[in-house]
């Protein structure tokens, strides 16, 4: 009964306060006391830590975007097929402007 811990709210309020206030004091009262929470928060935070980092991707081709399922902001470059269906011709800049400067010399000014 005596060595029983009283843990209140007042004091976890208190021992929070302290920690954001003075952070390094209040480490190093939790390490000189040596105090069993610290300790296992510490490693399972690292161990945390390093469970994100593994499960993370490590290299994004880009923006990830589903073309079959694309919703309001998944903006991306099209593709050909996208664009050119079967209905048109795809042809160069300068190719449309010859056509068009030819179509122009044939007709009859007025």
Request: hydrophobic share 40%.
């Given at each position: 009964?005596?060595l029983k ?9 208190g ?7 003075h952070?390094v004091?209040a ?35 880009g ?5 079959k ?19 048109f011709?795809?042809k160069s ?18």
């Open positions: 009964g005596e811990l009283a843990i209140t709210t007042d004091a976890m309020l021992s929070v306060k302290e920690l954001f206030l952070p004091q480490i190093e009262g939790y390490v000189a006391s040596k105090n069993p929470l610290f300790f296992i928060l510490t490693v399972l935070n690292l161990f945390y830590s390093a469970l994100l980092q593994l499960k993370r991707k490590t290299k994004k081709d923006w990830d975007i589903h073309e399922n694309a919703y309001h902001g998944s903006a991306r470059w099209a593709k050909e097929k996208e664009i050119l269906d079967g209905n011709i795809a800049e300068k190719d449309v402007r010859e056509t068009f400067l030819q179509s122009l010399k044939g007709r009859d000014v007025e």
